[in-house]
């Protein structure tokens, strides 16, 4: 699985760093570009829950085939259809995109879980996690190191094109995980949505459901940010992705160690670290005239996705615990579905905000009053987390 998540996030590195920008180039104004990232989550979000019944009781490893398969033929197709503008293609291959994103969400925290001894349960979170940095930051640097090479030849779409080709390793992986899973066989299997422990789910899901709207705010589009407020080509913010990813695996590589020092409370210490910094990031925008802004903005941006990111192993993980196996694959879909509903939401939303003129810094304003909110319900989760744990009511 390891080798499968490093292949497709160089592929997630090039889409997240400079498909937007592409897309920009070639004449999608900003509204196009929010309109089709929500069909995409709106896809994801349509699918996380039926998946997450449909994958109880059953091997893993065939679904995680299908998903990589679909993941790289929505990629490669896109790339056609918004050169020839093909609008009605290009949601539909935006929505498989989505659908295959939160498939590989929804999979990746059930099957370590389930296949990983518990003790090594947060070492192999941190090591997902950190191997999805590893990919973003060959992905990066390559993308940079290709323009700089011959920005005429390798332009983005080109450059899009050739990470597809990485379609064919994570496939050769894929086909090579692991056979012989560890299937639970729950007494009964909750086809019936009735059934599932939807209090509990719901607790453990609110602080990232609060989180999850702010970031889709900002997040997809904080490469437009840059673009056009500072005039970053895709090239620079390749690398400065890059530089940031570096700061991530670093980061995820330090997670058990924090982790066992401090326990889950160091989520909210992280977290508010990181808040601070997109305060300041969005501030920028308003002083993008003085000589030092971008370099306030770029300090603040890659110091900000590093310090979310450290507390990323330690709530899934927490997470899964405190709901319990029965309603583990739910919760996973339950996450999955918030991201992607929510992003759905925030990306309309960010459409409407752009329509009427406001410009980045507000709305990453916004981001940064949600976010306090979802920090504060971590604060309370992990205090109910801790509460549970010594009452004997976690792990059952």
């Known amino acids: 699985m390891i080798t499968v998540i490093f292949c497709v996030s160089i592929l997630d590195s090039s889409v997240f760093l400079i498909l937007n920008i592409y897309l920009s180039k070639l004449g999608y104004s900003d509204p196009d570009i929010a309109s089709f990232l929500s069909c995409r989550f709106l896809a994801a979000f349509s699918t996380a829950i039926p998946l997450g019944i449909l994958i109880q009781n059953k091997r893993l490893q065939p679904f995680y085939a299908i998903i990589v398969v679909g993941y790289f033929t929505a990629i490669f197709s896109l790339l056609q259809a918004v050169h020839l503008g093909w609008k009605p293609i290009i949601y539909a291959l935006f929505a498989l995109q989505g659908i295959s994103i939160a498939g590989r969400f929804i999979i990746t925290a059930p099957y370590i879980l389930r296949n990983i001894k518990k003790e090594e349960h947060t070492s192999v979170f941190a090591l997902t996690f950190a191997t999805g940095s590893a990919g973003l930051i060959i992905g990066g640097g390559l993308v940079y190191i290709l323009s700089w090479i011959d920005p005429i030849y390798f332009h983005e779409g080109r450059i899009l094109q ?188 960010f459409k409407v905000l752009r329509e009427s003129g406001l410009n980045y810094g507000s709305i990453f304003y916004i981001t940064t009053a949600l976010y306090i909110v979802g920090v504060s319900f971590y604060f309370f989760l992990v205090r109910d987390f801790y509460r549970k744990e010594k009452a004997g009511l976690i792990g059952e």
């Open 162 to 349: 050739y990470f597809c080709g990485f379609g064919l390793l994570a496939l050769f992986a894929v086909f090579n995980m692991k056979k012989e899973e560890y299937v639970p066989q729950l007494k009964e299997k909750k086809s019936n949505l009735s059934q599932f422990d939807w209090a509990l789910i719901g607790r453990a899901a609110m602080p990232n459901l609060v989180i999850a709207i702010g970031a889709g705010l900002t997040i997809p589009f904080v490469n437009l940010f840059f673009f056009n407020v500072f005039g970053m080509d895709s090239n620079q913010f390749a690398l400065l992705g890059t530089m940031t990813s570096v700061l991530v695996l670093v980061g995820s590589l330090l997670v058990p160690s924090i982790k066992g020092r401090w326990g889950y409370g160091s989520i909210t210490v992280t977290q508010s670290l990181s808040v601070a910094a997109l305060f300041l990031l969005a501030t920028s925008d308003f002083i993008s005239t003085w000589e030092w802004a971008i370099y306030m903005a770029i300090i603040c941006y890659v110091i900000r996705q590093p310090l979310m990111n450290l507390a990323g192993p330690m709530t899934a993980e927490m997470t899964m615990y405190y709901v319990g196996e029965r309603n583990r694959e739910m919760m996973s879909a339950v996450n999955s579905s918030i991201w992607s509903g929510s992003w759905f939401f925030s990306s309309l939303i």
